[in-house]
């Protein structure tokens, strides 16, 4: 990533001023290099109502309640990689990955597939894209119609989109899934209850790759399996990715997962993107004091190092996303939040090459936050390219 964007040196509202005129821009994917998933200031809200006459009277809420369950989100995925999403459970992932294939309705924003905004189509429109955009579900027994057969399960994709033909030609495809994923053609006419956890995903799997998809949505796809089954699993994606070039997006709370199988991670927070870096480097060396605090809760396989490593404890439960703090919304939680904090909404800017975190109170040419001086915020009069505001 070249070139630089100068940051407003002084904010009000949260927002930049005189500064920034072309507004956020993506990150650079190498010269040349195009993605194929482009998200943009993506925004998914739930009314919960409140705040009509009715609830007035009623004792109700007298305000209407909203959850921002994502809140502009900016993020690009390029072709054959693997992006990891971690953050804790609430913080709105799994509700970003649905709204990526409109599983869940977007409020706001765009979701780009080769160019076009899927949030545009119509539903006839967006039918014809699913073939290209496909979701390994987190529960491999909820996912699966427990009266359908393994073969119709499989085979379904293939009648939807017209890919599999008819008699012997269809069964042979579904046979040759099968194999693909790791199940033996023998198991065609048996049902979801006949198989454990580690085979139904699998079977999840072959569903998701029948229609030859370009995008795939993995949300949790190992976090109700066995720890030898997830490595299986694992390793099942992997190998997929590499014989038909598949995207992910993984999604997962588990930092050891997406440490062995991404490329590039984004770490969330209360419906924002807070951190971003190829995955070595986030491990290790995390800018953000959130990821900071994530990481250090991953065990370390060897006893003498987890001994004597400390970890970092984060005070106080994560806020509601009906009322998230002003500003930024970790500083309730952040032991090195200042006043400002609590006012400046801060942008997701690149502090390092191709490492972007969204805290004002570190910055190009003072990256490490416990260096920083007590009451400083270097991040409002630093340079750097801005992904999302």
């Not at 390029?78 to 992932?93: A, D, F, I, R, W």
């Not at 699913?130 to 579900?137: A, E, T, Y």
């Amino acid at each position: 990533m070249t070139g630089g964007m100068p940051m407003g040196a002084r904010l009000t509202g949260g927002q930049p001023v005189g500064s920034r005129s072309q507004g956020p821009q993506p990150p650079a994917g190498g010269p040349g290099r195009e993605p194929l998933i482009s998200i943009r200031e993506l925004k998914v809200h739930f009314d919960l109502g409140g705040g009509g006459v009715w609830d007035k009277l009623v004792g109700g809420s007298a305000v209407r309640r909203v959850v921002k369950a994502v809140d502009g989100v900016s993020i690009d995925i390029y072709p054959g990689e693997t992006l990891g999403l971690v953050g804790e459970s609430g913080c709105g992932k799994s509700t970003l990955g649905r709204a990526l294939l409109r599983l869940t309705e977007p409020t706001g924003g765009q979701v780009l597939f080769r160019g076009r905004d899927l949030s545009q189509l119509s539903k006839g429109e967006m039918r014809g894209q699913r073939r290209h955009l496909q979701m390994i579900f987190q529960d491999p027994y909820a996912s699966l119609n427990p009266r359908m057969t393994v073969a119709q399960i499989i085979g379904e994709p293939l009648d939807t989109f017209g890919l599999g033909g008819r008699g012997r030609e269809r069964e042979g495809r579904v046979q040759e899934l099968m194999k693909t994923v790791g199940l033996s053609p023998r198991f065609l006419k048996r049902y979801p209850h006949e198989f454990s956890g580690g085979q139904r995903q699998r079977i999840g799997i072959a569903r998701a790759l029948a229609a030859d998809p370009d995008f795939v949505v993995a949300d949790e796809p190992i976090s109700a399996l066995d720890v030898s089954i997830q490595a299986q699993i694992m390793n099942l994606m992997e190998r997929l990715q590499r014989e038909r070039d598949l995207t992910y997006l993984f999604i997962s709370h588990d930092l050891r997962a997406i440490r062995h199988v991404s490329d590039r991670v984004a770490v969330m927070y209360l419906g924002k993107l807070v951190e971003l870096s190829d995955a070595k480097v986030i491990y290790r060396d995390p800018l953000m004091p959130y990821t900071k605090a994530l990481i250090s809760a991953v065990p370390v396989p060897d006893p003498a190092v987890e001994a004597t490593r400390q970890r970092i404890v984060l005070q106080g439960d994560v806020p509601s996303p009906i009322n998230p703090p002003s500003g930024c919304r970790f500083h309730t939680r952040c032991p090195w939040a200042i006043e400002t904090c609590k006012e400046v909404v801060p942008p997701l800017a690149e502090i390092k090459p191709n490492h972007f975190a969204a805290c004002i109170r570190i910055s190009p040419e003072e990256p490490d936050i416990e260096k920083v001086a007590p009451g400083d915020a270097p991040g409002l009069r630093g340079t750097g390219r801005v992904i999302a505001q």
